[in-house]
């Protein structure tokens, strides 16, 4: 089932595997193909959901702002429309994770695990909200090239010497990634609120990954939430960054499992 109406709008979803679902929510300006080694690692094992978010990949794109509620908003239609029931385990990286605080604050009961990738739950401060705001302008401009500039701060310096083809992939995926899309999301971002005080309520397992070389969320900042949240495992990935499940899949993949196993 590739295609899903929610909304009104076309959502494409890779949907692979039976078992305990796993929901893998991608970063920004990204697409569901940046979870290929995990959709193949666990959907042997899990029935493992991973759509594209309205905006990106192959789903269809609604200009203006889209915000993180809103995307909450379609994972949990997803759900529904997927006939799926029992509690998920949600995966979210970055904006991933932005989307996941959302969630659980609004769909608690639909949630059996989180798993949180490089991201934050604090909000944007004002100048990089408006920074966000004037990158989404001159995105609507000049198409998506602009966004190319984040690729230097999403791996690890060991990764675009090693393996050059995890930074090819993610060129790929943002330069044919709508540029009505990617401005969405930006004011999406810009305007999300501050989850940190949810942080302290989360009453189910979380998993917090993040990689060593990680020069957006870095592992200071991750470490500072595993604190602030109850139930917690913190992994530090080596040989990764931002994109540590691009880069170093076979030790994000074991800590996942480890996590999933103890449940
Ligand atoms: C992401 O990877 O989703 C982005 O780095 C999120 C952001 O721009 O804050």
Not at 150 to 167: D, F, K, W
Not at 187 to 215: K, Q, Y
């Amino acid at each position: 089932m590739p295609m899903v109406t929610i909304d009104g709008i076309g959502i494409h979803v890779s949907d692979h595997g039976h078992g305990h679902p796993i929901l893998f929510v991608h970063g920004f300006p990204l697409n569901h193909t940046m979870w290929n080694t995990q959709i193949t690692a666990f959907s042997s094992t899990h029935r493992v959901i991973a759509p594209d978010l309205r905006g990106f990949g192959r789903s269809e794109v609604t200009p203006g702002t889209v915000s993180m509620d809103r995307f909450a908003d379609d994972l949990h239609a997803l759900l529904d429309t997927l006939n799926i029931s029992e509690p998920v385990t949600m995966c979210g990286l970055s904006m991933g994770g932005y989307i996941a605080w959302r969630f659980i604050e609004k769909y608690p009961q639909r949630l059996r695990s989180l798993i949180l990738l490089d991201t934050r739950a604090a909000a944007d401060t004002p100048k990089n909200a408006q920074n966000r705001l004037t990158l989404a302008e001159r995105i609507l401009k000049e198409g998506p090239e602009p966004a190319k500039d984040m690729l230097p701060n999403l791996v690890s310096p060991r990764t675009a010497q090693n393996r050059p083809e995890v930074l090819e992939e993610l060129q790929e995926m943002i330069l044919s990634t709508s540029p009505d899309g990617i401005a969405a999301a930006l004011r999406g971002m810009a305007e999300r609120p501050d989850s940190t005080d949810l942080l302290a309520e989360i009453g189910i397992p979380v998993l917090l990954v993040v990689g060593t070389d990680d020069r957006l969320t870095p592992p200071e900042e991750m470490r500072q939430l595993a604190e602030l949240i109850p139930a917690t495992d913190f992994v530090e990935i080596p040989e990764a960054g931002h994109m540590a499940p691009m880069e170093n899949p076979t030790a994000v993949n074991a800590a996942i499992e480890r996590f999933l196993n103890r449940q």
